[in-house]
């Protein structure tokens, strides 16, 4: 591990990753890659987590191409300095801000989007004119290793490599300094990366998770509503970052809500489920752990197990108490718990029981609703009368608050994550004024006016 490293430092010090030239050519390469190989990823996702060739396309490949299309269209531009205003006391010289390369980064990635989030991420630090190793998740085993494959065919080992493994060869790369490090997964492994991180100061970027809730107010489009929550909550076996981990419902529009919730449940998922087309959840562990919430609440739509395929379907569930066990985590699987409020400060008191969420959805037609609510709880990023579509823009900057993680990326977020700003300021040498050397009064004056 070490030598590898210490080749991709010593890679990194020649400095051929910095040029705009090899970066697009680096990132044009990786589409190429991708598309390349398509049909291997759709295979190893099928074997890992029974994902469909639907449900791949739109939430592995194309968010990956969007990706890089914006960097690819944009990075020329980014890259520049950006000449910035010098202030009177510092007459005569220039103030320039550089994007500089961290250097070398590592990139640890989950099991729920194994392909995306390993490779969301590598565009950024390519961009950013980084090298880089990935750590995929070892719960994704068949897609780790088809990355691994792809990215030593088409990359120089010194610049870009694929690191498999489990938790030790996690944790023997945090023993390693890096320059920089990008981690997605839960909370409790964030802690535990930012500890390492600090032994040598290293920046992090931490994508991580928490118990995000839709809200429903009584003036929202219901039937909409519904279609929108079931399907990002549903999606990839509800196993997202960001999908609606409860639903706060108006208590007046409960009644009507409800049926549409499971209708709308029903009608994207329950072919899907039959078919056997619906993702599995990726371990027995997890499985169990979603079996054991079954009880926490009145199953109105769902609730059946196939645990020889890992199967467990669509499940909304009510009358779930708050200090229920499903509500003390992250559920990660596709168990919907509903729940009512009375007002808004009761919405928003029931949101603050878990602070800090990484997505919040607000269904209303009411301005003032959605705003009091947007704007009064702290979350990384969200919705208003949709679910999860914020993540897959390249303009809006993605990333959490609090627990649900430090930092953000996509797009030029991305570009300035895997960059250190470089303040440098130009002084002329023609004339030199007086002042600081000897008229600290005078200075002081005209900064006070
Ligand atoms: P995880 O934290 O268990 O694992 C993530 C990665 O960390 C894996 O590569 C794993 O090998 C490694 N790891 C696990 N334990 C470790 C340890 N003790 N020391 C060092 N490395 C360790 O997360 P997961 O189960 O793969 O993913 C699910 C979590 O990730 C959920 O909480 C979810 O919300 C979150 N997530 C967040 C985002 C986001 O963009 N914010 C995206 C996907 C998933």
């Known amino acids: 591990m070490e030598t590898v490293i210490n080749r991709q430092k010593a890679y990194y010090m020649n400095g051929s990753t910095r040029s705009l030239t090899f970066r697009l050519n680096q990132l044009k390469q990786l589409k190429e890659v991708v598309k390349e190989y398509e049909e291997p990823l759709l295979e190893a996702l099928l074997l890992d987590l029974n994902k469909p060739k639907e449900e791949a396309f739109l939430t592995e490949f194309a968010p990956v191409y969007q990706e890089i299309t914006h960097v690819l269209t944009h990075l020329s531009k980014w890259i520049q300095p950006k000449k910035v205003k010098t202030p009177i006391t510092h007459k005569g010289s220039k103030s320039i801000v550089y994007y500089e390369p961290h250097g070398l980064c590592l990139i640890i990635a989950p099991w729920n989007y194994p392909f995306h989030l390993a490779i969301a991420p590598l565009i950024g630090a390519i961009a950013g004119g980084n090298c880089a190793i990935i750590k995929p998740s070892e719960l994704t085993p068949h897609t780790s290793k088809v990355i691994a494959e792809m990215i030593r065919t088409y990359f120089d080992d010194e610049y870009v490599k694929v690191i498999e493994g489990d938790v030790e060869v996690s944790q023997a790369l945090l023993e390693q300094r890096f320059d920089h490090i990008f981690f997605t997964g839960s909370t409790k492994v964030g802690k535990i990366v930012m500890k390492a991180a600090a032994e040598h100061v290293t920046p992090v970027t931490l994508e991580l998770g928490g118990k995000s809730p839709a809200i429903?107010?009584?003036?929202?489009?219901?039937?909409?509503?519904?279609?929108?929550?079931?399907?990002?909550?549903?999606?990839?076996?509800?196993?997202?970052?960001?999908?609606?981990?409860?639903?706060?419902?108006?208590?007046?529009?409960?009644?009507?809500?409800?049926?549409?919730?499971?209708?709308?449940?029903?009608?994207?998922?329950?072919?899907?489920?039959?078919?056997?087309?619906?993702?599995?959840?990726?371990?027995?562990?997890?499985?169990?752990r979603l079996v054991s919430f079954l009880e926490d609440g009145e199953i109105v739509v769902g609730g059946e197990v196939d645990a020889e395929n890992d199967?467990?379907?669509?499940?909304?569930?009510?009358?779930?108490?708050?200090?229920?066990?499903?509500?003390?985590?992250?559920?990660?699987?596709?168990?919907?718990?509903?729940?009512?409020?009375?007002?808004?400060?009761?919405?928003?008191?029931?949101?603050?029981?878990?602070?800090?969420?990484?997505?919040?959805?607000?269904?209303?037609?009411?301005?003032?609703?959605?705003?009091?609510?947007?704007?009064?709880?702290?979350?990384?990023?969200?919705?208003?009368?949709?679910?999860?579509?914020?993540?897959?823009?390249?303009?809006?900057?993605?990333?959490?608050?609090?627990?649900?993680?430090?930092?953000a990326y996509h797009g030029y977020e991305s570009f300035l994550t895997f960059t250190t700003k470089k303040s440098l300021l130009k002084q002329a040498t023609n004339f030199d004024i007086p002042f600081r050397y000897k008229q600290g009064s005078v200075l002081l004056s005209l900064l006070r006016k």
């Open 311 to 407: 199967l467990l379907s669509p499940t909304i569930l009510t009358n779930v108490a708050w200090d229920a066990s499903i509500m003390q985590e992250e559920i990660f699987g596709p168990i919907l718990p509903i729940f009512s409020y009375t007002s808004t400060e009761d919405c928003m008191e029931k949101v603050n029981r878990n602070p800090n969420p990484l997505a919040l959805y607000v269904f209303s037609e009411t301005k003032e609703f959605q705003e009091l609510m947007t704007q009064h709880i702290s979350f990384g990023g969200g919705c208003i009368n949709d679910t999860i579509m914020h993540l897959a823009t390249p303009h809006l900057p993605f990333g959490g608050k609090g627990e649900s993680g430090i930092g």
């Open 216 to 288: 429903v107010d009584r003036s929202a489009k219901l039937d909409l509503a519904a279609k929108r929550i079931a399907w990002g909550k549903f999606l990839n076996a509800g196993q997202t970052c960001v999908a609606p981990d409860y639903v706060l419902v108006h208590e007046e529009v409960l009644d009507s809500f409800l049926p549409l919730l499971k209708k709308h449940t029903q009608k994207l998922f329950s072919k899907r489920v039959r078919q056997k087309r619906y993702p599995k959840i990726v371990s027995e562990r997890h499985l169990k």
